[in-house]
Nanobody
Framework: QAQLVESGGGSVQAGGSLRLSCAAS????????MAWFRQAPGKEREFVAG????????YYADSVKDRFTTSRDNAKNTVYLQMTTLKPEDTAVYYC???????????????????WGQGTQVTVSS
């Protein structure tokens, strides 16, 4: 069993930056593909970014490419999402998730992820 706890959310103005953290306990996440998803009110949860366990390769949704960066610190069992040039449409609850079966593929489907954090709110005002 793994527990994921996100932190770092908050309210910023458009153009600002935030860094989210996802701390894992119970299992070592360095062997898992990790991902960030977000869910805005009235919308489905969507893939934002992912990082592959084997080589640290990263993947991004087109809407955040070149603005968001995900990384991991295996020694701290923590994954990060650095968000820059934030836009009002980035407003959502952000979740980290662990895929223990993904292997070489970072998957964008929510059903692929077995463990989820509780989410952290990000609000971007114009």
């Amino acid at each position: 069993q793994a527990q994921l706890v996100e932190s770092g959310g908050g309210s910023v103005q458009a153009g600002g930056s935030l860094r989210l953290s996802c701390a894992a306990s119970g299992r070592i996440i360095s062997n898992y593909n990790m991902a960030w998803f977000r869910q805005a009110p009235g919308k489905e949860r969507e893939f934002v970014a992912g990082i592959r366990w084997s080589d640290g390769s990263t993947y991004y949704a087109d809407s955040v490419k070149d603005r968001f960066t995900t990384s991991r610190d295996n020694a701290k069992n923590t994954v990060y999402l650095q968000m820059t040039t934030l836009k009002p449409e980035d407003t959502a609850v952000y979740y980290c998730a662990a895929d223990i079966h993904g292997g070489s593929s970072v998957r964008s489907n929510t059903r692929a992820y077995e463990y989820w954090g509780q989410g952290t709110q990000v609000t971007v005002s114009s």
